[in-house]
T-cell receptor
Framework: GAVVSQHPSRVICKSGTSVKIECRSLDFQATTMFWYRQFPKKSLMLMATSNEGSKATYEQGVEKDKFLINHASLTLSTLTVTSAHPEDSSFYIC??????????????FGSGTRLTVV | AQTVTQSQPEMSVQEAETVTLSCTYDTSESNYYLFWYKQPPSRQMILVIRQEAYKQQNATENRFSVNFQKAAKSFSLKISDSQLGDTAMYFCAFMRDNQGGKLIFGQGTELSVKP
C-alpha cells in the first residue's frame, strides 16, 4: 500500500513554455504532499509543502510564481514550472504523507520527473 | 534551524562484508524522527529504517541497523552482509515532531558494493 504515482517520468520542453508535473496518491488520501528538487548526485531540497484545499507553503528562496503548486484533491497535487528556463532543468520528486498514519511511518515518494529545458 | 550532516560522500564495501554510514544532526528539539532512505540508480526513494528519538532501543530491519546516540546527535547506519543491490545513494533525514512532516536531508553517501 501507500503508492505514489508521479507523471511524467521525463519531459523535455522549450525555454519559455510551462510544464505540469502530477503527483497522485493511488491507495490513500494525502492531506499533505511535498515537492523536492534534486541536482545530480546531490541531496533533495524541499521546495514547498502542499496542503489539500489551501495554498502551498514555499521554502525560502523558491519562487512562488515560477513553481505553481495546486493540491485540489486528497489524491492529487500538481507542480507547474512556468516560463521554464534551462536552469530549471532538474529532477523533481514528490512525496506524500498519508493522513491517517502517524508521522513516524515516514513518507512515500514518487518516482520522480526529469525535466530538461532546451 | 536543524541540519543533517553526512561526512562520507562516497564509500565502498566488498560483497558480504559490513559497512557503516555516518550521520550527525543538530537540533534543540527533544522529540523527533530520524530516517535512512536509499536511492538506487532508478532514483526511487526507498525507506530503509526509521527511529523515534524517544525510543532508546536501536531500530533494526533485517540486515540494516542503526546506532542512535541521542546525546551525541549521531545516527549511523550499519549494513551487514552487503549485497550488490545495496549499491545506492543513502540519505539520512530528520523530521521534527511538530513541523507538519517536513524532512531535512543530509548530503548523501554514495555506496558501492563490489563483487
Amino acid at each position: 500500500g501507500a503508492v505514489v504515482s508521479q507523471h511524467p517520468s521525463r519531459v523535455i520542453c522549450k525555454s519559455g513554455t510551462s510544464v505540469k508535473i502530477e503527483c497522485r496518491s493511488l491507495d490513500f488520501q494525502a492531506t499533505t504532499m511535498f515537492w523536492y528538487r534534486q541536482f545530480p548526485k546531490k541531496s533533495l531540497m524541499l521546495m514547498a509543502t502542499s496542503n489539500e484545499g489551501s495554498k502551498a507553503t514555499y521554502e525560502q528562496g523558491v519562487e512562488k510564481d515560477k513553481f505553481l503548486i495546486n493540491h485540489a484533491s486528497l489524491t492529487l497535487s500538481t507542480l507547474t514550472v512556468t516560463s521554464a528556463h534551462p536552469e530549471d532543468s532538474s529532477f523533481y520528486i514528490c512525496s506524500a504523507l498519508p493522513g491517517l498514519r502517524t508521522l513516524n511511518y515516514g513518507y512515500t515518494f514518487g518516482s520522480g520527473t526529469r525535466l530538461t529545458v532546451v | 534551524a536543524q541540519t543533517v550532516t553526512q561526512s562520507q560522500p562516497e564509500m565502498s564495501v566488498q560483497e558480504a562484508e559490513t559497512v557503516t554510514l555516518s550521520c550527525t544532526y543538530d537540533t534543540s528539539e527533544s522529540n523527533y524522527y530520524l530516517f535512512w532512505y536509499k536511492q538506487p540508480p532508478s532514483r526511487q526513494m526507498i525507506l530503509v529504517i526509521r527511529q523515534e528519538a524517544y525510543k532508546q532501543q536501536n531500530a533494526t530491519e533485517n540486515r540494516f541497523s542503526v546506532n542512535f546516540q541521542k546525546a551525541a546527535k549521531s545516527f549511523s547506519l550499519k549494513i551487514s552482509d552487503s549485497q550488490l543491490g545495496d549499491t545506492a545513494m543513502y540519505f539520512c533525514a530528520f523530521m521534527r515532531d511538530n513541523q507538519g512532516g517536513k524532512l531535512i536531508f543530509g548530503q548523501g553517501t554514495e555506496l558501492s558494493v563490489k563483487p
